[in-house]
Nanobody, 122 residues
């Protein structure tokens, strides 16, 4: 069982940066691949980024590639999403999630946080 809590969301101007965090509980945190998804108002939840166990590999949704960076610190049971060059279309609730393998499908993940709001003003 993994309990996830996101933090660090907020309001930022277009072109700015924000780092959101996801703290996990449980001694098995390091065994999970971690994903970030987001959901904007009126839209379906979409994949943003993932990081495999031990941070061996990462993957990004096309529109955030080169602007967002996912990382993890297993000693602290935390995964991060550094977001640079933010755009108004990045506005959404961002969720972190844990699963046995990292994929772009939300159905493949077992545990979800409550989400953190990121709002980018133009």
């Amino acid at each position: 069982q993994v309990h996830l809590v996101e933090s660090g969301g907020g309001l930022v101007q277009a072109g700015g940066s924000l780092r959101i965090s996801c703290a996990g509980s449980g001694r098995t945190f390091s065994r999970y691949a971690m994903g970030w998804f987001r959901q904007a108002p009126g839209k379906e939840r979409e994949f943003v980024a993932l990081i495999s166990t031990e941070g061996v590999s990462t993957s990004y949704e096309h529109s955030v590639k080169g602007r967002f960076t996912v990382s993890r610190d297993d000693a602290e049971n935390t995964v991060y999403l550094q977001m640079n060059s933010l755009k108004p279309e990045d506005t959404a609730v961002y969720y972190c999630t844990a699963g046995p393998r990292g994929t772009v499908r939300d159905l493949d993940y077992d545990y979800w946080g409550q989400g953190t709001q990121v709002t980018v003003s133009s």
